[in-house]
């Protein structure tokens, strides 16, 4: 009894502290819908070359896709310890030219960017509105996945299911 109890508590602990390992800033550790994947590339218009840069990049699924099928190059920012690990593991399986960095997106530097991609929160766009702004090179496009920027109007918005959710929304911006 004694025994199952403080296996008990244990295992609450552990849940606790992984659940707070998964998320940051109050974004969650969660993929963006796999099947938007082609809808999000086709919008990003990738040149052979260009660097994709994904903020808050999680297990690098769509930045190996971007950079594999485009011939691109992939700058992925992962705060989190597990998703910065498994991005890892999964851009060496892949052999895909993709690098991933375990900092901050905020203290990103984005002059060197062709193509931003980001699936973040409401908030955080808030706070990066002014970033793209001041530091995305002319020529250079921002995809947002569920969100749209707070101030600016995108360019291009591309809906791809019909029910009342974010999934599904991508916005495009050009700088
Ligand atoms: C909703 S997930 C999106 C993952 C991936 N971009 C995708 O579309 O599948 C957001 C990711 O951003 C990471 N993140 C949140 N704040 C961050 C920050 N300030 N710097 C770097 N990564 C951050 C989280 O750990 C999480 O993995």
């Given at each position: 009894?004694?025994?199952?109890?403080?296996?008990?508590?244990?295992?609450?602990?552990?849940?606790?502290?992984?659940?707070?390992?998964?998320?940051?800033?109050?974004?969650?550790?969660?993929?963006?819908?796999?099947?938007?994947?082609?809808?999000?590339?086709?919008?990003?218009?990738?040149?052979?070359?260009?660097?994709?840069?994904?903020?808050?990049?999680?297990?690098?699924?769509?930045?190996?896709?971007?950079?594999?099928?485009?011939?691109?190059?992939?700058i992925?920012?992962?705060?989190?310890?597990?998703?910065?690990?498994?991005?890892?593991?999964?851009?060496?399986?892949?052999?895909?030219?993709?690098?991933?960095l375990?900092?901050?997106?905020?203290?990103?530097?984005?002059?060197?960017?062709?193509?931003?991609?980001?699936?973040?929160?409401?908030?955080?766009?808030?706070?990066?509105?002014?970033?793209?702004?001041?530091?995305?090179?002319?020529?250079?496009?921002?995809?947002?996945?569920?969100?749209?920027?707070?101030?600016?109007?995108?360019?291009?918005?591309?809906?791809?299911n019909?029910?009342?959710?974010?999934?599904?929304?991508?916005?495009?911006?050009?700088?």
């Amino acid at each position: 009894m004694f025994i199952s109890l403080v296996t008990l508590i244990v295992a609450l602990v552990m849940l606790s502290v992984f659940i707070g390992l998964i998320r940051v800033g109050g974004i969650p550790f969660i993929s963006s819908n796999k099947k938007d994947y082609d809808a999000i590339i086709r919008a990003m218009d990738i040149k052979p070359g260009e660097t994709v840069v994904d903020l808050g990049c999680g297990k690098a699924h769509f930045l190996i896709k971007a950079a594999k099928e485009k011939q691109a190059k992939g700058i992925g920012y992962e705060l989190v310890f597990w998703p910065y690990w498994w991005a890892r593991f999964n851009v060496w399986k892949s052999g895909a030219p993709v690098k991933i960095l375990r900092r901050d997106f905020f203290k990103a530097d984005l002059s060197e960017a062709d193509v931003v991609f980001c699936y973040l929160f409401p908030e955080t766009m808030v706070k990066l509105e002014a970033k793209f702004q001041n530091e995305l090179k002319p020529g250079s496009r921002l995809v947002s996945y569920s969100f749209k920027l707070p101030k600016r109007q995108p360019d291009k918005k591309i809906i791809t299911n019909d029910d009342n959710t974010e999934l599904g929304r991508i916005y495009f911006y050009q700088y």
